[in-house]
């Protein structure tokens, strides 16, 4: 098991190049992930920070025009080359999408879905509580408890996107990608979500994607500024915010440039 | 060192117009268009939802009321006295090969004198020939009336049975007077109808051959088409490589559903009978022809029904690691299940009610005993339908009909079948 006290590179990109059809989106970026810190990814809308997530468990494979060049690496190991298994990728980077999309299935079996697909639960009970765990987790459990069975999709926006929180954290990834997760969140609920990734810090790696500078300084350790589909900036994120190297993250960051 | 900032909007918008009446004469007017506008509409609407009902509503009433006749027969009580009649039999045989010996035991003879002594020397032009069949199962349900006279129910001759229904010829009027006024006459469910074949005399020909044929046939049907239906829909959309070749299967596809259904009659006649030789007129080369012509539409429906399938679906399964196969096992395919029993109801409903591609491979031939196997000589209800209506026995029509009721019936059961199958499947999620 990886120490939490020395920095340990869990997934690395060197290079990246992302096209969809003749166009880029994204050109260029390296950046590292690890297990201590908590990533950010910022700027403005368009800029690419969802099509560079998507590269990191190979969601981008789905999209037909899409394609990938450069090296990323998940335990030093490549996700892009022959041998690694995308089926098992992604259940080690596990993701959170933009916009709350739950299974047309019952709150318990979106929940369960994961788990019993990779055969995490060894019996009824072990699932009940897997299930109970994750809703906790994702401070969904005290408004669904009593109507497990009621379908996910009749819950409130914010109310599925806790859920979708909750399906990821389910299968215990490695890695978790939240692309915007807050968006569709009430305070209340993004502090919940806020406290969650403050929990999983150390011991899984975690990117979130998010509009919300506050949000960002709040929880994360490091940040990456996108522009353009380039990375601009990337460091600590207290250097960031209170000392960019970047004239041009200054100017997002303050709010100049929208 | 700042960079050019991106363009903003910066030509003012032009200035200087009226603000916008919201209640001024000419809003008014757009309102009250607008209301008229919508209100043709639903009664457009309306109007062509009484017109199909209308047609629905004749159909079944003109169905209905000519073809409750057919599932009714007249009767005639016919005094029998076996002593005196030419009945050939040996009592003792009777038990141990009761078929044979009643073959043998002259039966059409016994009938003939006993309906001439009782209604005269016409009398036994009044009996339909299935009179023989009600008499030997009087015999063997009881042996001991052959000592004695008793009265058999049997059925009535086409022309009897017709004028009994007030429409018969002005002989057969008179006879039926005649009859009734003798109290012989009367008048029951033909239950006959629903478990006996076709045959010449309108009086004894039923409907369970072709039923039988038609369950046959939908059966194969199904079981080919629906598999190979969904699962070239699913290769399709989820598996096929986008390029010419796909583009050229799609296209022939689609062009298979529009193909008129004789041309597959034909198909089938010179792959399944000409090349493969296959069994003629048999329920299994009908299924595989009308197979030929439903799998287009479940795989033209069952795409449309897979492409519904929000892509973020799949993005939510793929993204906690389902595999392609579990994703469209456990995501994609109930949730299109519903659109693909759809196209199957479609497809199913017109190969039930499908003739001329069943013509072309044979099933048109005469067929008086319902089909034991899928490999035995059958008709289809259409087919029979067809046949019937051809016929030039006046008895015929309502047997027509009653066979188009029937044949109605049967398409509602499946359909009724593949709706609740389709709810069951929409609620579950
Ligand atoms: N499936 C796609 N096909 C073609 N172009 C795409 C596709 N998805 C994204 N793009 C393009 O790639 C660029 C980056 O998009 P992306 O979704 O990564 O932005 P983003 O930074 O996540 O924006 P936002 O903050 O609004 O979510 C955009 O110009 C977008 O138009
Ligand atoms: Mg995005």
Redesign the interface.
Known sequence: MADTATTTNKMTARGVNVFYGEKQAIQNVSIDVDLENVTAFIGPSGCGKSTFLRTLNRMNDTVASARVEGRITLDGEDIYGSAMDVVQLRARVGMVFQKPNPFPKSIYENIAYGPRIHGLASGKADLDQIVEKSLRRAGLWEEVKDRLNDSGTALSGGQQQRLCIGRAIAVEPEVILMDEPCSALDPIATAKIEELILELRGNYAIVIVTHNMQQAARVSQRTAFFHLGRLVEQGPTTEIFTNPRKERTKDYITGRYG | ???A?LPMSATPVATSRAPTDWNGEAMRRRIALRYAAERRFRLLGLCAVLISAGFLAFLLISMGANGARGFMSTQIKLPVDFPRSPIMIDPAMLSTNPDQVLANANLPQVIESSAQAAFGKDGDDYISSGAVAALRKAIIADPGILTRKVTITVPASAGIDLAAKSDGSEADEAAVVKLEQARALSTGFNGGFLTSSDGTDPTVVGIWGALKGSLLTMAITLALSFPIGVFAALYLEEYAP?NRWTDIIEVSINNLAAVPSIIFGLLGLAIFLNMMHLPRSAPLVGGMTLALMTMPVIVIAGRNAIKAV???????????????I?VVF??VLP?ALPGILTGTIIGMARALGETAPLLMIGMRAFVASPPGGITDPATVLPVQIFLWSDEVGKGFIEKTSAAIIVLLIFLLTMNSIAIYLRNKFEKK?
């Open positions: 060192m700042s960079e900032v986008r929000p892509p973020s679906i799949r993005d939510a399964a793929l993204g906690i690691g389902a595999s392609p579990q456990h995501h949730l999620w």
